[in-house]
């Protein structure tokens, strides 16, 4: 689907993808809405506190903020439903709807800085536990949504957004020359994202030249294969996702053939009766077992810390911060239990690509080289 134009920018969302968050949002903000109108109107408030006073005009005010949130967030919903993957026209009206809801967000910023001002100076000498309770959750309510909006925002920017609409535009016009110094600047700043990526991706790394090198031989590829294509990051989960509901359907019809010998699949291989199985009862099976089990290792290790965090999500964080701290290490020592005397420094190995690595085992006599 192709990313929503707000701001006359390029996101990397889709205007069908905002469900979700606008669901998610528009249940929080129905919570409060009951809480606080529970509070202010079910409630007695001594006249004589001037807290409760200021809380009860307060809590008005942003009952109006919810009602209007409530709205917006609704439309978002009702919008973002409509329509297909690729037939966009009925969400076109989504920027705008968009536009309302960041304006309401500025509200909720200004309300969440006065419910600050007020807990500084009423929440010691206020005698009212209710009054400060409801205003110390209005305050971390408005903060908690500006945070995950702010979050969401630096995740779906696009650097290349505006250039990306000009670039549509112009073609419109079928201005050739400067159509081509705008692609040209499309794919040199998809480059540079790639390449940013690729370095927080692989940020234990050692950083050389060679490996720079490669990665921008790399952002350059994604950014050639990406070029002219307007997709989000959801259309490729949900590509995968529909491969594999199609992989399973080939591999069912192929079990509901009667001349069919394949018994079941078994990650992804086929499973007859003449299918022979590992006998770990077997001293040399199970000796074999054992040391395809200690070098698979050194396979997952070129992968780096995103396989190290999946396979020890406890304490492999802090193992990763102390690994990357202490003397630039690489991180992918910590899965083999290797040492930095046992592991041999890629730019030795003289190879143009971070993605290798050395090792000579100390409990075995041969050299390894795990690549991917």
Not at 79 to 85: N, V
Not at 357 to 367: E, I, N, T, V, Y
Request: net charge positive; aromatic share 10%; hydrophobic share 45%.
């Amino acid at each position: 689907m192709p990313g929503i134009v707000v701001f006359r920018r390029r996101w990397s969302v889709g205007s069908d993808d905002l469900v979700l968050p606008a669901i998610f949002l528009f249940l929080l903000h129905t919570t409060w809405f009951v809480i606080l109108s529970v509070v202010l109107f079910g409630l007695v408030y001594n006249p004589n506190e001037a807290c409760s006073l200021n809380l009860v005009d307060h809590g008005r005010g942003y009952l109006g903020i919810l009602l209007s949130c409530m709205i917006a967030e609704m439309a978002i919903i009702w919008l973002s439903m409509r329509g297909g993957i690729l037939y966009t026209e009925p969400r076109e009206s989504m920027q705008y709807v968009l536009y309302v809801r960041l304006a309401i967000l500025v509200i909720e910023f200004i309300y969440a800085i006065v419910g600050i001002v007020w807990l500084t100076q009423y929440y010691t000498s206020c005698n009212d536990l209710t009054a400060k309770n409801v205003t110390l959750g209005m305050v971390v309510c408005n903060w908690v949504v500006i945070l995950s909006v702010c979050i969401t925002v630096l995740c779906v920017f696009d650097p290349t957004g505006r250039t990306f609409v000009k670039l549509r535009a112009t073609k419109r016009r079928q201005r050739n020359l400067r159509t081509y110094n705008l692609r040209h600047r499309l794919e040199e700043g998809q480059a540079t994202s790639w390449s940013r990526r690729l370095k927080v991706f692989l940020c234990c790394t050692r950083t050389k030249d060679s490996q720079s090198d490669a990665y921008s031989e790399i952002a350059y590829l994604f950014a050639e294969f990406f070029r002219d294509l307007d997709i989000v990051p959801s259309d490729i989960i949900a590509g995968l996702v529909l491969l594999r509901q199609r992989q399973r359907a080939k591999r069912n019809a192929v079990l509901d053939e009667a001349n069919n010998d394949i018994l079941a699949f078994l990650s992804g291989m086929p499973v007859t009766r003449n299918t022979k199985y590992l006998d770990l009862k077997n001293s040399q099976e199970m000796l074999r077992y054992k040391e395809v089990c200690y070098y698979m290792l050194f396979a997952l290790a070129a992968y780096g810390w995103p396989m190290y965090l999946m396979r020890k999500p406890a304490c492999g964080l802090c193992q990763l911060a102390r690994s990357c701290s202490s003397s630039g290490e690489p991180m992918d020592l910590s899965p083999t239990g290797l040492s930095s005397q046992e592991c041999l420094a890629v730019d030795k190995i003289r190879t143009s690509t971070p993605t290798g690595r050395g090792a000579s085992p100390a409990k075995q006599d041969d050299l390894v080289i795990s690549a991917r």
